[in-house]
């Protein structure tokens, strides 16, 4: 069945499926290193041969299926793609680490940009058999090494397209962590870096390193992607050149990670590329690339010039991305591996999938049978006391997310008190049991609930009026601002909150504020020093999916006006947050003359009086 790639990117709808686990023997019992080397390779083909066996045979003859109308066609599918990094790529296109996987460009060319032949199956095979019958001068300029690939028997695989960008490893952990920070540090200097990072302003749902990056011992794809969003301003007073390098490949990394591209976007990522190359030789010159093959001994820059003929061939490569494989090793195998007593593990494991499995799809069936209940409860004719009980058992099984509870938790804070919590007890041998595991799989379904509730609250977007020689067409935000039931601090007086947030002018601007919105008022509005005032903290925005990509979908935006927590030894304790916004002055005009006027929020937009 095909699932559209928001499906198989969400850990939670389980659509992704093992098939079965891969031995990583030593074989100490071959005595050469060479023929041990050899003898791995071949394990490693045998086992996905035969693991991919009955697809090769439907590929040949082909498979009944059902269709979604319905009717039963004949289908041949077809092996397109395999996501892996970068060393099981050569392994599975039987080529060496120093031969790119994907074409044929030679080992001291792939640090340039260059228009190499793009391998293919019946061409691998053949030097394969020639090299194994008199010896062949092609099989060693191709790279390869002596195997019966899996892939032999799937004829219809291109081996052009057939492995895949990955964007975890050859674009965040490769390209920007492991050269291009550290270029930018051996230019800049580490301290600096550390120091530009630690002053960065903070905002929601962006991770602040306020230790800097040279303290983070181990990244995750999500720090990795936090910190390509601050790296350009942080080296932005550096060498023009470097500048322009560094921007050309955050251009390329944002492009490739969209879910939908088109010929104008593929090209701006081909653009882009050529930028990075005109002026990538600056980091030989600064020093800060010292190795005597430079760029070409760097694959993962060799890798990218690939992406967008994969993207023609296979589509943008969020689908195929290596963070859910990534992701997946934990319930797959982590977590059956800890239930299991690490004897002959390999059955319990699977048999811990299947039961974990059995959970979840009895779960589905009794949310299923309940919303079914639930339905036919509302749509019987029954007194209106019956049908108010209803609703309100439905409220308190699915709560509002206006709580104000849930909404002025420190989610950030708390997400590392966890983390760090959790680093602890295993660092002192604590076993941490599958049970605390699963937590994460019911906080991915609250994401995907988020999602489902943004998508539902958003206003939408709105269409901007073109000009007459402009034929194009604008969209401009328009979220839906909202609050919690609840407001932080209830009561306050006007003099208090000016006090701690140094607003003097704040009764005088809300006054006027109060007139211009109800010019019809009968009653003269004033503000005094001593009106009680309620005070939220933060507000949400829903934003619907845009028009123009509706593939994205929706989000949610948090704006924060938090003063600093200070205990009774006047020790800050959380530092103030007040984030900044644009605030629309003209809605009449259009394009770059809708003026935009950027506003801090210190308290003039997140009050209520209380008075009427």
Not at 16 to 31: Q, S, T
Not at 280 to 290: C, D, E, M, N, P
Not at 493 to 515: G, K, M, P, Q, Y
Request: charged share 30%.
């Amino acid at each position: 069945m095909n699932l559209p790639k928001h499906y198989r990117r969400k850990i939670s709808k389980r659509a992704n499926v093992l098939i079965g686990y891969l031995p990583v023997p030593k074989l100490d019992c071959v005595p050469d290193k060479e023929e041990r080397r050899k003898a791995r390779r071949n394990l490693f083909h045998q086992c996905l041969k035969s693991l991919l066996k009955p697809l090769a045979e439907a590929c040949e003859n082909g498979v009944e299926m059902e269709c979604h109308d319905g009717g039963v066609r004949r289908i041949y599918p077809v092996l397109t793609a395999y996501v892996a990094d970068y060393p099981e790529q050569c392994k599975v296109a039987c080529t060496k680490t120093s031969h790119c996987p994907t074409c044929v460009v030679k080992p001291g060319q792939r640090g340039d940009l260059h228009n190499a032949t793009y391998r293919t199956r019946d061409a691998v095979i053949d030097a394969m058999k020639e090299e194994a019958e008199t010896g062949s001068a092609k099989f060693r300029r191709l790279g390869l090494f002596q195997a019966e690939p899996f892939w032999e028997n799937h004829k219809y695989t291109d081996m052009g397209c057939l492995l895949t960008p990955d964007l975890l490893h050859q674009l965040h952990k490769g390209i920007l962590k492991d050269h291009l920070t550290k270029w930018a540090a051996h230019i800049v200097g580490s301290k600096v870096i550390d120091e530009r990072h630690k002053t960065m302003p903070e905002y929601h749902g962006m991770r602040h390193f306020k230790n800097g990056i040279s303290a983070v011992s181990q990244w995750t794809g999500r720090e990795l992607k936090e910190m390509a969003k601050v790296l350009l301003p942080v080296i932005a007073d550096c060498n023009h050149e470097v500048v322009q390098a560094a921007r050309s490949i955050l251009d390329f990394v944002y492009l490739a990670h969209s879910s939908s591209l088109t010929d104008s976007e593929i090209e701006a990522m081909e653009k882009a590329l050529r930028i990075f190359h005109e002026h990538k030789y600056v980091f030989r010159r600064s020093g800060a690339l010292s190795t005597k093959k430079g760029f070409h001994a760097i694959p993962k820059i060799h890798m990218i010039s690939h992406y967008s003929h994969i993207i023609r061939k296979l589509g943008t490569p969020d689908g195929y991305n290596t963070e859910t494989s990534e992701r997946l090793h934990i319930d797959f195998a982590k977590l059956g591996y800890r239930a299991s007593n690490k004897v002959n593990a390999t059955k319990q494991m699977a048999l811990y999938i299947q039961r974990i499995e059995a959970l979840a799809m009895h779960a589905s069936y009794l949310d299923e049978q309940a919303r079914i209940d639930q339905q036919d409860i509302r749509h019987r004719e029954t007194a209106p006391e019956l049908e108010n009980a209803v609703l309100e058992f439905a409220e308190i099984e699915n709560p509002d997310d206006d709580d104000d509870e849930a909404w002025d938790e420190w989610y950030d804070e708390e997400e590392a008190e966890d983390d760090s919590g959790r680093e602890e007890l295993e660092g002192a041998g604590v076993f941490v049991g599958p049970t605390v595991e699963l937590e994460d799989v019911a906080e991915a379904d609250e994401l995907v609930e988020a999602a489902e509730v943004a998508e539902l609250r958003g206003h939408g977007w709105e269409q901007e009026q073109p000009h007459a020689d402009d034929h194009h067409v604008r969209f401009h935000l328009v979220p839906e601002i909202v609050l919690a039931k609840t407001p932080t601090t209830s009561g306050i007086s006007i003099d208090r909150i000016v006090e701690l947030n140094s607003t003097d002018n704040l009764a005088r601007d809300l006054t006027h504020f109060l007139r211009r919105e109800n010019p019809n008022y009968d009653t003269p509005i004033r503000i005094a020093s001593d009106t009680k005032l309620n005070l939220w903290s933060r507000a949400r925005l829903f934003h619907s999916a845009p028009p123009f990509k509706p593939s994205e979908g929706p989000h949610t935006q948090v704006v924060r006006c938090q003063p600093a927590k200070i205990d009774r030894f006047e020790r800050v304790l959380r530092p103030p947050r007040f984030d900044t916004v644009l605030v629309l002055r003209d809605k009449g005009k259009s394009g770059i003359h809708r003026e935009y006027l950027a506003q801090s929020i210190l308290g003039g937009l997140n009050l209520k009086a209380t008075h009427p």
